[in-house]
């Protein structure tokens, strides 16, 4: 298992979060966190980073338990990439210094070198054009590509994605789906909290439906999707129907 | 088919246009009258002749402007000295105060009793103590009064920009940290190329501002003895019994302060544009 989630417990006061959460991730798997707001989704997430702190269990990587306060935890961090839904892209950079800052500075590459790289990906995503520009002059679902790239220089073994499209105009979301389709069928192993259960269903082998801080079914997404065997899940399931999302 | 505009559009440029030459005319014919109305009121005073003779006085202007100007010389060193010296000694106290971990705990202590104390005290008792009473201490090596007045300037405009800055730094979004973080940065990193540069872009008008203050302030110097224009001007005073040298040190503090305080303006205004421009 490349992500091993065990018996993970995060409380914010007296609200427990993530219920003794367990969940595993094998490599090149992509795996869907759905549920509804406040189910622990994106917590979850912040908390394989070590953004967030647990407050019981273990999470390993790669068999290394990376929640032993003994670790380096900015060592851990170079190994995961975190694309959050508002982007986050720092806003006093150009499009290519937002890409190459973390190579250069955290994994001292050669300047050259990670410029060439992040200009391929710029091309790749149509965006080679605006790699001078600053972020504030580009649109929600460029901003993300862009965000997405700056994860991906760093060749993390395992890519978070937190809601990514929740922030974008609808026409926009189809060009980061279509960018994660690509990185699945690079092998790309994925962790992804997601309202989209329409791309859920495309891009993941496994969908997560997560609620009250514990992942309560699990499988293929056409059986979570499609023939949940939880009820709570087909009543989540029936308000995104009724929302017209699914 | 090339654009032209309709009738309707140019009967509204013309309309606009003769509004324009109205509010020009407008206003200039409202500064006319109020600067009419300040010299009669200010000259037409009974006591003006005396006035005009004891701070306006030609004479005695010319007479001590040369030594006022060389008194001015060391307001003009003292402040290229401490003002960058202020400005870094601020942004240091402002780092030391929001690092984190036990190591730091005495130096976030010592940072934070810097910034209250200096910011409490008087700058003129500041000055009186760093001048007089570190060469009380019969030191080796006890600098000139100059440079123990010039440290207590920086000293005391240290902790107010170190607040300044603090401030810049904690207006910063934690989702910015979050996100250096996410790359693997260290908490060290985080602050040098994500908060820092963001937080003083932030705060540079209010720095700036700060800059104009301790550009006077360097005119407590005299307290210390040492002879700036200010204390210049009150030699000049006390000998010809006429508070023109007074004004004369003060036509020099203006044209110093100008060029950066328009500086400051510009920056604060193009500040304000940026932020409202993303809305």
Same mark, same amino acid.
């Given at each position: 298992?490349?992500?091993?989630?065990?018996?993970?417990?995060?409380?914010?006061?007296?609200?427990?979060?993530?219920?003794?959460?367990?969940?595993?991730?094998?490599?090149?798997?992509?795996?869907?966190?759905?549920?509804?707001?406040?189910?622990?989704?994106?917590?979850?997430?912040?908390?394989?980073?070590?953004?967030?702190?647990?407050?019981?269990?273990? %999470?390993?990587?790669?068999?290394?338990?990376?929640?032993?306060?003994?670790?380096?935890?900015?060592?851990?961090?170079?190994?995961?990439?975190?694309?959050?839904?508002?982007?986050?892209?720092?806003?006093? #950079?150009?499009?290519?210094?937002?890409?190459?800052?973390?190579?250069?500075?955290?994994?001292?590459?050669?300047?050259?070198?990670?410029?060439?790289? *992040?200009?391929?990906?710029?091309?790749?995503?149509?965006?080679?054009?605006?790699?001078?520009?600053?972020?504030?002059?580009?649109?929600?679902?460029?901003? /993300?590509?862009?965000?997405?790239?700056?994860?991906?220089?760093?060749?993390?073994?395992?890519?978070?994605?937190?809601?990514?499209?929740?922030?974008?105009?609808?026409?926009?979301?189809?060009?980061?789906?279509?960018?994660?389709?690509?990185?699945?069928?690079?092998? #790309?192993?994925?962790?992804?909290?997601?309202?989209? #259960?329409?791309?859920?269903?495309?891009? *993941?082998?496994?969908?997560?439906?997560?609620?009250?801080?514990?992942?309560?079914?699990?499988?293929?997404?056409?059986?979570?999707?499609?023939?949940?065997?939880?009820?709570?899940?087909?009543?989540?399931?029936?308000? %995104?129907?009724?929302?017209?999302?699914? | 088919?090339?654009?032209?505009?309709?009738?309707?559009?140019?009967?509204?440029?013309?309309?606009?246009?003769?509004?324009?030459?109205?509010?020009?005319?407008?206003?200039?014919?409202?500064?006319?009258?109020?600067?009419?109305?300040?010299?009669?009121? +200010?000259?037409?005073?009974?006591?003006?002749?005396?006035?005009?003779?004891?701070?306006?006085?030609?004479?005695?202007?010319?007479?001590?402007?040369?030594?006022?100007?060389?008194?001015?010389?060391?307001?003009?060193?003292?402040?290229?000295?401490?003002?960058?010296? *202020?400005?870094?000694?601020?942004?240091?106290?402002?780092?030391?105060?929001?690092?984190?971990?036990?190591?730091?705990?005495?130096?976030?202590?010592?940072?934070?009793?810097?910034?209250?104390?200096?910011?409490?005290?008087?700058?003129?008792?500041?000055?009186?103590?760093?001048?007089?009473? %570190?060469?009380?201490?019969?030191?080796?090596?006890?600098?000139?009064?100059?440079?123990?007045?010039?440290?207590?300037?920086?000293?005391?405009?240290?902790?107010?920009?170190?607040? +300044?800055?603090?401030?810049?730094?904690?207006?910063?979004?934690?989702?910015?940290?979050?996100?250096?973080?996410?790359?693997?940065?260290?908490?060290?990193?985080? #602050?040098?190329?994500?908060?820092?540069? /963001? *937080?003083?872009?932030?705060?540079?008008?209010?720095?700036?501002?700060?800059?104009?203050?301790?550009?006077?302030?360097?005119?407590?110097?005299?307290?210390?003895?040492?002879?700036?224009?200010?204390?210049?001007? /009150?030699?000049?005073?006390?000998?010809?019994?006429?508070?023109?040298?007074?004004?004369?040190?003060?036509?020099?503090?203006?044209?110093?302060?100008?060029?950066?305080?328009?500086?400051?303006?510009?920056?604060?205004?193009?500040?304000?544009?940026?932020?409202?421009?993303?809305?």
């Amino acid at each position: 298992m490349l992500l091993s989630c065990t018996d993970v417990r995060k409380v914010f006061g007296d609200h427990v979060v993530l219920d003794d959460l367990s969940l595993d991730v094998a490599e090149h798997e992509v795996v869907a966190l759905i549920g509804a707001s406040g189910s622990g989704k994106s917590t979850l997430l912040r908390c394989v980073n070590l953004l967030a702190e647990i407050d019981d269990g273990t %999470i390993r990587l790669d068999g290394e338990e990376i929640t032993d306060p003994r670790i380096n935890a900015d060592l851990v961090r170079r190994k995961i990439g975190l694309v959050f839904q508002s982007y986050n892209l720092f806003p006093h #950079m150009t499009v290519l210094d937002n890409i190459t800052l973390a190579p250069t500075r955290v994994h001292r590459r050669a300047a050259d070198e990670t410029r060439a790289q *992040a200009m391929t990906w710029l091309e790749r995503l149509g965006l080679a054009d605006k790699a001078r520009t600053y972020p504030d002059r580009l649109s929600g679902g460029q901003q /993300q590509r862009v965000a997405i790239v700056r994860a991906l220089v760093n060749s993390p073994r395992l890519l978070l994605l937190d809601e990514v499209t929740s922030a974008l105009d609808p026409e926009l979301v189809g060009e980061v789906l279509t960018m994660i389709r690509d990185l699945k069928s690079e092998g #790309m192993t994925m962790v992804l909290a997601t309202h989209e #259960m329409g791309f859920a269903k495309q891009v *993941a082998d496994r969908v997560a439906f997560l609620h009250a801080g514990k992942v309560l079914e699990q499988g293929p997404p056409e059986q979570v999707l499609g023939d949940p065997t939880e009820p709570r899940t087909r009543q989540f399931l029936s308000r %995104i129907i009724e929302a017209g999302r699914l | 088919m090339t654009y032209a505009p309709s009738e309707r559009q140019q009967e509204r440029i013309a309309f606009r246009r003769r509004q324009a030459i109205r509010s020009v005319l407008l206003a200039a014919g409202s500064t006319v009258v109020v600067g009419v109305l300040l010299t009669v009121a +200010v000259t037409g005073s009974p006591g003006w002749p005396r006035v005009k003779r004891s701070f306006f006085d030609l004479d005695t202007a010319t007479k001590y402007l040369p030594d006022v100007l060389e008194g001015f010389w060391l307001n003009v060193r003292l402040f290229v000295v401490c003002a960058p010296l *202020a400005l870094v000694l601020g942004l240091l106290i402002a780092i030391l105060r929001t690092s984190r971990g036990p190591v730091a705990f005495p130096v976030r202590v010592l940072a934070g009793g810097y910034t209250y104390t200096f910011r409490g005290l008087p700058l003129i008792i500041t000055i009186y103590l760093f001048a007089f009473g %570190i060469p009380g201490l019969r030191l080796q090596g006890t600098p000139d009064v100059v440079v123990l007045g010039a440290a207590a300037i920086v000293v005391t405009y240290g902790a107010y920009l170190a607040e +300044v800055f603090r401030a810049g730094i904690e207006s910063v979004h934690p989702s910015q940290v979050a996100a250096a973080r996410s790359l693997g940065l260290t908490r060290r990193q985080a #602050m040098r190329h994500v908060v820092l540069p /963001q *937080a003083v872009r932030r705060v540079t008008p209010a720095l700036l501002n700060d800059v104009v203050a301790l550009q006077k302030d360097v005119g407590l110097i005299s307290l210390a003895g040492s002879i700036d224009a200010i204390r210049a001007a /009150q030699i000049g005073a006390a000998q010809s019994a006429n508070f023109t040298p007074y004004v004369v040190a003060a036509v020099l503090f203006i044209l110093l302060a100008l060029p950066l305080i328009a500086i400051t303006d510009r920056v604060t205004l193009n500040a304000v544009r940026a932020q409202n421009a993303g809305a």
